[in-house]
């Protein structure tokens, strides 16, 4: 029997969005303990389904605590929950992320969120060279209707040594190569969220299958690993 979110987890999120202090948590603490148990256990039975298809080498759940040390905002405590899943390196590349927060802004996230100065000088080239099979993927009408565009930050003009003019820019610009898809907090509540959550993953596979090839060879397509 899968695990769900219960409307509780919601509650406890939003009471602690307006009251995001050090006493008030510290005095309800309990409650969120028991919460982010049953919270985890979601984000297990995820990791259980991610690798019936994929290999996952790690799954981090991220604490509810902020790290103000260099943010303007000040408040202590983060009002959502939210874990990662890395493919196991070196052949596998990419990353799965769920987000719940209430009020409909839970969400899912894939791709690329940091890549290395290596990795993200080896995707230009890649688009640089032939941008055609990338675009199959991400215009392919199925894809689209689960992942929508590619987003992510992205330089305002060309990359150095890369020809601005290049018909392939708006992809050479690219910082990130990411993917999301949001959740509205019935679907969050629904039996079916985790196998619905998983399905979305299911479907960016030719997405990664590219570029964990490109990331795995030359621009001759010969092995580097």
């Known amino acids: 029997m899968l695990e769900t979110i219960h409307k509780e987890t919601f509650d406890f999120l939003n009471r602690l969005k307006k009251n995001n202090n050090r006493d008030w948590f510290n005095d309800n603490k309990k409650e969120f303990k028991e919460i982010e148990l049953e919270v985890k256990k979601v984000f297990g039975q995820l990791l259980e389904k991610l690798n019936k298809h994929d290999s996952i080498e790690k799954m981090k759940v991220f604490r509810i605590y902020r790290d103000v040390r260099f943010s303007k905002n ?36 894939t791709g690329f969120w940091e890549p290395n100065k290596d990795d993200l ?17 991400i215009n392919n009408k199925k ?9 992510g930050e992205e330089l305002k003009t060309a990359p150095r040594n890369f020809d601005k ?49 490109v990331l795995t060879t030359d621009l001759n397509g010969v092995s580097i690993i």
């Open 74 to 109: 000040k408040l202590p405590y983060k009002t959502h929950l939210g874990a990662s899943f890395s493919r196991t390196k070196p052949y596998l590349r990419g990353g799965y992320y769920l987000q719940i927060q209430p009020n409909n802004q839970s969400f899912i996230a």
């Open 121 to 137: 000088l080896r995707i230009r080239r890649e688009f640089q060279q032939d941008d055609q099979e990338i675009r199959e993927i």
């Open 143 to 151: 894809f689209k209707s689960v992942w929508g565009d590619l987003v």
């Open 165 to 213: 003019e290049h018909k392939a820019i708006d992809l050479i610009r690219k910082k990130q190569f990411i993917f999301t898809k949001n959740f509205s907090d019935k679907e969050v509540f629904s039996p079916d969220f985790i196998n619905n959550v998983d399905e979305a993953f299911i479907s960016i596979r030719p997405f990664f299958d590219y570029m964990s090839d």
